[in-house]
């Protein structure tokens, strides 16, 4: 599919740059129309590619502690800039899952940064991860204190390519809820003003 694409896209634009030798206002407008299309439609081949190649999980023991220790480390740059507090609460501290620390920590990533920009205008903004053992399963829930999710929009977000940012590409959460169906686990949302909790469970627990 993407070779399609790309070979298309390169002949189009060819052929209308080729029409830029004797140039007029529509042919103008014509290529500046082809060259927005490309590089929309490429920007779509490249999400769809990250979308459909999630590798294999490499599954092994993971201590949550550990995983949002480096995490907070990571995008400590991000929560400073925002004024952000960032609260870790792990019970028993010593709770690990089966999981690609990898592939968990990239849905991590994704989903505290949409909590980052999430937090704009909060007087107080606070991001709180916690974990346990709830019901013979592990949880990682993800809590902000930002603007919240629409109702209507709650059930759209986890549709690839749906998204309420100018500059999103809309995979983000899609790619979030595949990776952990790839762990036979559930992520799920819940989300009113001022209170959003993303749920990660794993279906057994270690």
Do not use: C, W
Not at 44 to 54: K, S
Not at 123 to 128: D, F, G, H
């Amino acid at each position: 599919m993407a070779s399609t694409v790309n070979d298309s896209l390169e002949q189009q634009t060819t052929d209308a740059q080729s029409e830029e030798d004797h140039p007029n206002e529509d042919i103008k407008e014509a290529v500046a129309t082809i060259e927005r299309r490309s590089r929309g439609l490429l920007r779509f081949v490249d999400t769809y590619r990250e979308l459909t190649r999630i590798p294999t999980p490499d599954i092994q023991l993971v201590r949550i502690d550990e995983l949002l220790h480096r995490l907070e480390n990571l995008l400590r740059p991000q929560l400073t800039d925002g004024q952000i507090e960032l609260e870790t609460h792990v019970d028993p501290q010593s709770l690990q899952v089966a999981a690609d620390p990898e592939l968990i920590e990239q849905v991590l990533i994704n989903l505290v940064l949409n909590s980052i920009q999430a937090m704009n205008g909060a007087s107080a903004p606070r991001i709180r991860l916690s974990a346990g053992v709830d019901g013979g399963s592990t949880r990682i829930d993800i809590n902000d204190n930002g603007v919240g999710i629409l109702p209507d929009v709650q059930e759209r977000i986890f549709i690839p390519f749906f998204t309420t940012k100018r500059e999103g590409s809309g995979i983000g959460l899609a790619l979030s809820r595949r990776i952990m169906r790839l762990h036979k686990g559930t992520f799920s949302v819940i989300s009113v003003p001022g209170d959003t909790t993303f749920t990660m469970r794993f279906l057994s627990s270690s």
